[in-house]
């Protein structure tokens, strides 16, 4: 490496600082925080909830609540199938968004002014083995979700690094 210079073997250090970081940051903990504002006081009924040490964790949803009966039907339901499409929807709507387990799932990045998200947030819902969020949509406008998918890992294991991000659109009426 003598025959190169300084400042290009200084940037090729860095760059391979950076790359082993995200790796290593991908083989991390869980992490079950999520963003998220108060819970409503007008709220839908709430789920019959439990908290399961490990069970959302293990099936990829960021909170280890689980669901098994479900609260009231939402009026719009958003799947893994509706990434990248605009979904409509009418203020004081309940918005349900429903992602597969199999995934590491976590998000949304940050919840639109319009929406207000609903508690427990990116639950288990053991029935139909996926993680949910609810939103009560608040006032008109285009709200934008970003959930963020990455590879189920079981610890120890060889594992894909990838962090893939999930956007859906909504538009209140």
């Not at 903990?29 to 819970?39: I, L, V």
């Not at 949509?137 to 079981?154: E, I, N, P, V, W």
């Amino acid at each position: 490496m003598s025959h190169i210079p300084q400042p290009l073997r200084q940037i090729a250090i860095i760059g391979i600082i950076g790359v082993l970081s995200l790796i290593l940051s991908a083989c991390g903990p869980n992490s079950s925080s999520s963003t998220t504002g108060a819970p409503a006081a007008h709220a839908t009924p709430t789920p019959t909830v439990t908290a399961v040490g490990g069970y959302g964790s293990i099936h990829g949803c960021p909170s280890n609540t689980v669901v098994s009966t479900a609260p009231k039907q939402a009026n719009v339901t958003i799947q893994a199938t509706d990434i990248n499409t605009t979904v409509s929807a009418h203020v004081g709507d309940t918005i349900e968004v429903r992602l597969p387990f199999g995934q590491k799932w976590s998000g949304p990045s940050s919840t639109p002014t319009n929406l207000e998200q609903q508690e427990p947030a990116g639950y288990a819902f053991t029935s139909d083995n996926v993680c949910i969020w609810r939103f009560v949509a608040q006032s008109a406008g285009t709200a934008h979700l970003d959930f963020y998918r990455q590879a189920l890992c079981l610890k120890g294991e060889m594992c894909p690094m990838f962090i893939a991000d999930e956007p859906f659109t909504i538009e209140v009426q």
